[in-house]
């Protein structure tokens, strides 16, 4: 009688400090080494562990034990199912072997926690005030034990003690997390928000990243979309073991465990654009991985769409100074910022009618295609390299006839250096606006294909040139404007006839005396008289007031 009060006398004294223990103090550490020693001490055992739920509640882990294995915190692991603590927690009730542990089914050897020494083991559970499992203690003595039910009594009481101080400790880490969290989340906010290029943000954010997550290592990885690939473009810390890129399908899941170490990858996207993505190794924080990649594609996809404005800008203001032939370092300077190589063969494009679709079509010709596009039309510097400009020709006709584009594209014949590549500029435009007296005004037209017009649509194009012949027979297009007549057709086509009235007419399906009388007007409205006028003169003038007329609605901006 006197020895059963002298043991619950004591046990009252180790609940009284355990109580003292776990209310003196928050954080968890302390909570956890001052339970070990006073379970210790209480039940006169040998060993003592406390073993705490992770976050996904599928392995027990070390937090805390008596010495000599003290060391062992964060490094023993319990898969689930896995020793008498897995079979304590999951049946809510403590469990107990007598002697020869070692040969209980139940037990789970672990050579670092000298198991082989200990006959006896208890395991107690812990779960918190709503019923959830939190972890479990076990105690382990040397010499074979039958604990007494006063025992069982003062352990499951000290481990209800112990899992109330255990959620309150672990309630306030987690707050004091969380403010941290924010606290550094808001830092990096404000550190992307002023960042104005990737190379500023890319380190700021693997930095801070790897800083949050608690990773060891941080990779951001982003898309090359000629490749469709992901390049490693920063690191932290910047070592030489990252794969430099990975495939799209490579990324693999979310959150990476079982025998390898902690991972998370999380995709970077901005709207339903996919950017790249976060690496993180030695961490499983995916929702703070998740926070942080959303904040970094927000960050990246303003950079880039600042970028290339700047860049549409810089090719507006070079393909302006090539086309007219301003020399000077200028160009040079510009030409090599935007990876533009003067010395090499390229080819220069005017379009007008032009679509997304076409645009990307052009840019996909060459890899430092160069486009300036305003609306529907668009100019374009695509290096010609080892394809060749025939094969570059055949390739924009499969692209226009792909698309079914709408689309008149005129081509310049292949230029090297910026002087050449000013008459390139002039080139294409004479290209596309002959594609339209060629017949060709949906499709694709080389320089060198169009002829005598080559040399025709320079003398259209100087606005101040001046001929009577020209000017008489302009006066027909503003007739046939005004009267919905076919005069300058008629003309043009009685040339082309060489004069003959019976085919004349035959091709334009009217009477020759319908002819007759539209020749008569042609001859009062320019005083040309067919009789007398050279025939040749005037062929050419209906051809430049054809050209010049086309110029209107077929040259791209300049």
């Known amino acids: ?151 069982v009594e003062f352990l499951v009481a000290s481990a209800s003690l112990v899992a109330g101080a255990i959620e309150n400790a672990r309630l306030y880490d987690e707050t004091r997390q969380r403010v941290g969290e924010l606290e550094q989340l808001t830092e990096l906010a404000e550190a992307v928000a002023v960042a104005e290029t990737l190379d500023a943000l890319g380190p700021e954010v693997a930095r801070r990243a790897r800083e949050l997550l608690g990773a060891d290592s941080v990779r951001l990885y982003l898309r090359d979309s000629e490749e469709e690939r992901l390049q490693c473009r920063f690191a932290d810390p910047d070592g030489n073991d990252e794969p430099r890129s990975i495939g799209l399908s490579e990324l693999g899941p979310e959150v990476g465990r079982g025998n390898r170490a902690a991972r998370v990858a999380v995709s970077l996207v901005a709207g339903d654009e996919l950017l790249g993505a976060l690496v993180a190794e030695g961490t499983r924080e995916l929702d703070l991985a998740r926070t942080v990649a959303n904040q970094a594609a927000v960050a990246i996809k303003k950079i880039q769409v600042l970028e290339r404005l700047t860049e549409k800008n810089l090719i507006k203001d070079f393909f302006e100074e090539l086309a007219e032939r301003r020399p000077g370092e200028a160009i040079e300077s510009r030409a090599k910022r935007l990876g533009c190589d003067l010395g090499a063969p390229h080819l220069v494009l005017a379009a007008v009618r032009v679509d997304d679709a076409l645009e990307h079509g052009v840019a996909s010709l060459a890899r430092a295609t160069l486009i300036d596009r305003r609306d529907e039309s668009l100019r374009a510097l695509v290096p010609v390299g080892a394809v060749g400009a025939a094969r570059l020709l055949d390739d924009l006709r499969r692209i226009h006839a792909d698309f079914g584009s709408d689309a008149a594209i005129g081509v310049s014949s292949v230029c090297i250096g910026a002087d050449a590549l000013g008459q390139g500029f002039e080139e294409a435009r004479h290209a596309l606006a002959g594609a339209a007296l060629m017949r060709r005004d949906r499709g694709v037209l080389g320089y060198e294909e169009l002829g005598a017009y080559k040399y025709l649509l320079r003398i259209a194009m100087e606005a101040g040139a001046r001929d009577a012949t020209i000017d008489a027979v302009a006066k027909l297009v503003d007739y046939d404007r005004e009267r919905g007549s076919a005069l300058l057709a008629t003309l043009e086509e009685f040339l082309g006839r060489r004069g003959n009235i019976s085919a004349t007419s035959d091709a334009l399906f009217v009477h020759p005396n319908t002819l007759r009388q539209r020749l008569r007007r042609i001859g009062d409205l320019t005083g040309i008289d067919l009789r007398r006028d050279d025939w040749l003169m005037v062929e050419i003038a209906v051809k430049l007031v054809r050209l010049r007329s086309a110029l209107g609605g077929a040259e791209p901006h300049t």
């Open 1 to 151: 009688m006197i020895a059963r009060q002298t043991t619950a006398a004591v046990e009252g004294r180790f609940l009284r400090e355990i109580v003292s223990a776990v209310g003196s103090t928050l954080d968890l550490e302390e909570v956890l080494e001052g339970v070990v020693r006073l379970l210790s001490d209480g039940s006169a055992v040998h060993a003592c562990f406390v073993y705490l739920l992770d976050r996904d509640g599928k392995r027990l882990v070390l937090r805390a034990a008596s010495a000599p294995y003290a060391h062992l915190a964060g490094r023993i692991v319990l898969k689930r199912g896995e020793g008498l603590a897995w079979w304590a927690l999951t049946r809510r009730r403590a469990a107990f072997i007598r002697d020869h542990a070692l040969d209980d089914p139940r037990m789970k050897y672990v050579p670092e926690l000298e198991e082989e020494r200990f006959q006896s083991l208890v395991a107690v559970p812990l779960h918190g005030k709503r019923g959830e499992p939190i972890g479990a203690i076990t105690l382990d003595t040397e010499a074979p034990r039958e604990f007494s039910d006063s025992e």
